[in-house]
């Protein structure tokens, strides 16, 4: 297996077991303590569970054997190509669309019915059998959602998005992608918001996406009967990573009802590689999601999906007024910018530390994953039942917008324990789904509406549970509990500006969400138009824009975005777009050492097979020397996948003779052969029965090896190879002498490579000065 993070000394992709001991820190992700060492493999937390990770394979392997299955395609099977990349996408859409309204739909019945009779419980004043009911059905939801989660998909746990991002940069870890993990998402996702935790759906409908299109793109299945030979194009990294990166887009799409804003989000923060031809087919695919989701609201419109009509934040615009405002209002704004960006980072502070409190007590067993997720449940019910309590009753107001008191049902004025005539304001905003406290606190028209005291303690509420309860073991997003954070002090912004500003304190709301998102999301073009598309006001895009810059550059300053940061402490090996300062005083050949492992372009069947179970890596050059050339020299590189394939169908010659082959391969193997298998299957070379017979004989690797691989030539700075290799999506890049004379290769570049980690350990006298760092977070080279 290929380990991303510990390259073996010879340049290929595993670590040499010599040097385990030397390199066991760097194979550990830093949610792990140190006592627990996997030093044979790379290592990352993948959901809520330690798993072996891999590089994707996205460059084309183009040896004989491609070139003649190319020129062998037709008319037919380039129209069926190119037929099938636009029906897989309107098919992702579709799908999406479908799963992100049924888990609104399901979410705002099961929290409603909770909801309602609950407050038919404490309308008769039954407030101990009231809060029994909620805590216990919290407490049943939350326990159902971990239970899943723990024993059936450990994967499906948190946002999936660091995850998602990971892949699309190169990374893949088993079970990310798979059905199982799928079904656990959606349902395990229902059943946690149900539980009202302070979390999200739009993360977990990013990585719902994500599968959806990877199991799209698999070809079906062998193992149930289910393929088709349309698909057999897909059966590829580069194709999957398009269609990955097409879900992912559709996913916010779909959570937020914002096809734009879902495209820009997987440009601008998903993916690592982009081109014109995907942005017109995930344009497509949100277009088809947006289409779907506005069919389908207008039927919920009509009363015939239960307690799901107004509520849920894809099915109401949050602001729609005229907005006015003057110079005299910009000074209020750039403070919530600065107030974003300062939270922001501090936010992710904290939450980074409770990550790793959390896994400390995740590592000893399914259990304890199971006992905390409970835990936080209870804690959630007691504070969100306990807190309306301490604020005092308010009169409904006599110009309200809507029936006042509310009673069993959403809306801005809950009655929770109030006597006739009056509402708790507390109640409104801590007694209610997600969605319909957004809803509450960017509503126009009630600037009077909410206490000084109820926003503050919202406020300290919505910070404290969000970052508690997305550790768990559930499948859990961040955006909307740092929208409804934002949009709480954002509010107390505007409460305390008062009558000196233009601006509402709905819209007050809205900037805050928007610093929130910028200070700890770090996104910008991609969150305006989100926030855009759900306010349905093009008015407040200047607005908008400097919050959100002035946000980010603020949050610059202390850390890096929250993606990013659970990215590393997963342990990842994300490859970022910046080369980091001292990168440009190394070579290539300062990170790469030998011996390599080394194959002849005709090579004994017994030296394969004692490579592959000796090492795990997964690229080897290949080498021509005497008789077929004078000297030695580079012929390619050949994967260990295709290794075994040779292996598998036995292709052996009897005599190292190349011309004893001739047409032979093309007419033994099929382009099927060598395709991508489907999520989590891979073959071993401990499963390939060799004879000893069979181990004395050759395999001509000539027509296998991709003749044409990525090298770099040993004097190349680490940052220009960086560049190449992030750009170009490699998994190994060949490293060639200067002078002729030498080994005709020095060593592989791998991703380990290019780890700050890998390069710190071995050039430990290097340095950062304080204005280097300063320019990588503001990423101005």
Known sequence: MFAAITQAPNGAAEPDQDHDNDQESLTLPLLRPPRSINSTSQVAIVGANVCPIESLDYEIAENDFFKQDWRTRGKNQIFQYIFMKWSLCFLIGLIVGLIGFFNNLAVENIAGIKFVITSNMMLYRKFGLAFTVFSVSNFVLTLFAAIITAYIAPAAAGSGIPEVKAYLNGVDAPGILSLRTLIVKIVGSIS?????????????????????????????????????????????????????????????????????????????????????????????????VAILLRALIDVCLSGKCGLFGKGGLIMFDVYSANVSYHLVDVPPVLALGVIGGILGSFYNFILQKVLRIYNLINEKGIAYKIFLACLISVFTSCLLFGLP????????????????????????????????????????????????????????????????????????????????????????????????????????????????????????????????????????????????????????????????????????????????????????????????????????????????????????????????????????????????????????????????????????????????????????FSAGDFAKRGSGYFDNIEDIDISSEEMEMFLDLHPFTNASPYTVVETMSLAKALTLFREVGLRHLLVIPKLSGRSPVVGILTRHDFMPEHILDLHPTLTQSRWKRLRIRFRLF
């Not at 946690?192 to 959806?212: D, E, F, Q, R």
């Not at 088709?228 to 999957?240: S, Y």
């Not at 269609?243 to 734009?260: D, E, K, N």
Request: with cysteine; net charge positive; aromatic share 10%.
């Open 192 to 288: 946690a918001v149900s539980a009202s935790l302070l979390i999200g759906k739009a993360g977990p409908m990013v990585h719902t996406g994500a599968c959806i299109a990877s199991l799209l793109g698999q070809g079906g299945s062998k193992k149930y009967g289910l393929t088709w030979k349309w698909l057999r194009f897909f059966k590829n990294d580069r194709d999957r990573r398009d269609l990955v990166t097409c879900g992912s887009a559709a996913g916010i799409a779909a959570a937020f009802r914002a096809p734009v804003g879902g495209l820009l989000f997987a440009l601008e923060e998903m993916a690592s590689w982009w081109r014109s031809a995907l942005l017109w087919r995930a344009f497509f695919t949100t277009a088809v």
């Open 389 to 668: 309590w301490l604020v005092s009753c308010r009169p409904c107001p006599a110009d309200a917008s809507e029936e006042c008191p509310t009673i069993g049902r959403s809306g801005n004025y809950k009655k929770f324990q109030c006597p006739p005539g009056h509402y708790n304001d507390l109640a409104s905003l801590i007694f209610n789904t997600n969605d319909d406290a957004i809803r509450n606190l960017f509503s126009k028209g009630t600037d009077l509406e909410f206490q000084y005291l109820t926003i503050i303690i919202f406020f300290v509420t919505c910070f404290i549970l969000s970052i508690l309860s997305y550790g768990i073991v559930v499948p859990a997003g961040l955006f909307v509990p740092v929208i409804v954070t934002g949009a709480t002090y954002g509010r107390l912004v505007g409460m305390l500006v008062g009558s000196h500003s233009n601006l509402n304190h709905g819209l007050y709301a809205v900037l805050g969400a928007a610093s929130f998102l910028g200070g700890s999301m770090r996104m910008t073009v991609s969150l305006c138009v989100i926030i855009l598309e759900l306010t349905n006001n093009l008015l407040l895009l200047p607005l908008i824009m400097l919050v959100l810059l002035v946000s980010k550059t603020v949050a610059d300053v202390f850390n890096s975005n929250i993606y990013d940061l659970i990215m590393k402490a997963k342990g990842f090996p994300y490859l970022e777009t910046h080369a980091e300062p001292y990168m440009r005083q190394l070579t290539v050949a300062d990170v790469v050492t030998g011996p390599l492992r080394l194959f002849n372009g005709i090579e004994k069947v017994g030296n394969i097979v004692h490579v592959l179970k000796t090492t795990r890596h997964n690229g080897f050059p290949v080498i021509d020397e005497h008789p077929l050339s004078s000297s030695p020299v580079l012929y390619g590189l050949i994967r260990r996948d295709h290794l075994l394939t040779l292996l598998k169908k036995k292709a052996f010659l009897s005599a190292p003779e190349p011309e004893a082959t001739g047409m032979d391969a093309f007419r033994q």
